[in-house]
């Protein structure tokens, strides 16, 4: 169900089987309603796909790492050719990172633009009030603190020699946390328009009823008198 305002209910007809060749192609016409589905689900509910997809991408990456992480843990080292799943899953990680982001700021979008069509609660909203907190700024920063530890050492001897000889898997685990702490970032700036645009429109709806009630109690005043 997309929206909570539309109850469906079944009514019985009759119906007799047609005869003659379907003029439906399963392809041509199995694309053109899957199109309507997806535009009538990322028009009012567009949190979900967004959201199943990021999940869907988190999973690949968590599994991914699986491996290298309890290797890394009882030696102390990853092997050479571990970079595949390194790379393969700080792309499934950072693609989880913005999907995820992405369902909830389209979700708001969507209660911003269509709150009649919407439930009446935002079902986002302890990821916002997480944004709004003034400690979000704190897991961002922690990141970038984090990869820029990582690989620390490698700057101080390039310095020094000109060269590094860090391991990769130390500035790929860089990248991945920068990635998300921008990512994190733009999401927080988006979620602050977002919020001046509702306050917009609510000033706006409050002014155009405003008149409108004005009217209607001056009206009935008449009427008493």
């Not at 209660?111 to 897991?139: I, K, N, Q, T």
Request: charged letters at 20%; a positive charge.
């Amino acid at each position: 169900m997309l929206s909570d305002r539309v109850k469906i209910v079944e009514i019985d007809m009759p119906y007799h089987e047609r005869e003659g060749e379907s003029k439906l192609r399963v392809a041509k016409d199995g694309l053109r309603f899957l199109k309507v589905i997806l535009d009538a689900a990322f028009l009012y509910r567009p949190a979900r796909p967004l959201a199943m997809l990021g999940l869907l991408w988190l999973g690949v990456a968590v599994s991914l790492m699986i491996m290298p992480t309890a290797y890394y843990l009882r030696h102390g080292a990853v092997q050479e050719w571990m970079i595949y799943r390194f790379v393969v899953s700080h792309l499934a990680g950072t693609n989880a990172c913005l999907l995820l982001c992405a369902s909830y700021l389209t979700g708001r979008m969507a209660h911003v633009a269509l709150p009649e069509m919407g439930r009446s609660r935002f079902a986002g909203e302890p990821v916002r009030r997480f944004l709004s907190a003034p400690w979000f700024w704190l897991l961002p920063l922690a990141l970038m603190v984090a990869g820029g530890l990582l690989v620390l050492p490698s700057f101080v001897e390039l310095v020094k020699t000109g060269a590094t000889y860090e391991h990769w898997s130390r500035f790929i685990a860089m990248s991945f946390c920068w990635s998300v702490s921008f990512t994190l970032i733009v999401t927080r700036g988006m979620d602050y328009v977002l919020d001046l645009l509702a306050a917009q429109l609510r000033y706006i709806k409050n002014t155009r009823t405003a008149p409108r009630d004005a009217g209607n109690d001056r009206a009935m005043n008449q009427t008493g008198t």
